[in-house]
């Protein structure tokens, strides 16, 4: 029957062996020259640009109303022709 090795007792604590390496420090952040997209965005840094937001999600409504609008129409007008030829039959 094989062995298995005993458990350290749980009163003491864990530790890395002594050859482990040690913290690694991550490299500093490139400071920006505009050409490298970031997650943050300067605050105010370009004027006249706050309302590009508002007019594409007003396209986007637009145009999904008038999709709706045309699949209604398309609708009714099947209705109608299947209406139609209920009644010449």
Same mark, same amino acid.
């Given at each position: 029957m094989p062995v $298995?090795? #005993?458990? /350290?007792?749980?009163?003491?604590?864990?530790?890395?062996?002594?050859? !482990? /390496?040690?913290?690694? @420090? !991550?490299?500093p952040a490139p400071q920006g020259d505009g050409t490298q997209m970031t997650l943050v965005s300067p605050s105010g840094g370009q004027e006249g640009e706050g309302a590009d937001w508002a007019i594409v999600l007003g396209i986007a409504l637009a145009a999904e109303i008038a999709?709706?609008?045309? !699949? !209604?129409?398309?609708?009714? @007008?099947?209705?109608?022709?299947? $209406? =139609? =030829?209920? #009644? $010449?039959?």
């Open positions: $298995t090795p #005993s458990a /350290p007792p749980m009163d003491s604590p864990v530790l890395p062996p002594t050859n !482990a /390496p040690g913290p690694s @420090v !991550a490299p999709l709706l609008w045309l !699949a !209604a129409c398309l609708g009714l @007008v099947r209705k109608g022709l299947a $209406t =139609r =030829r209920e #009644s $010449t039959d």
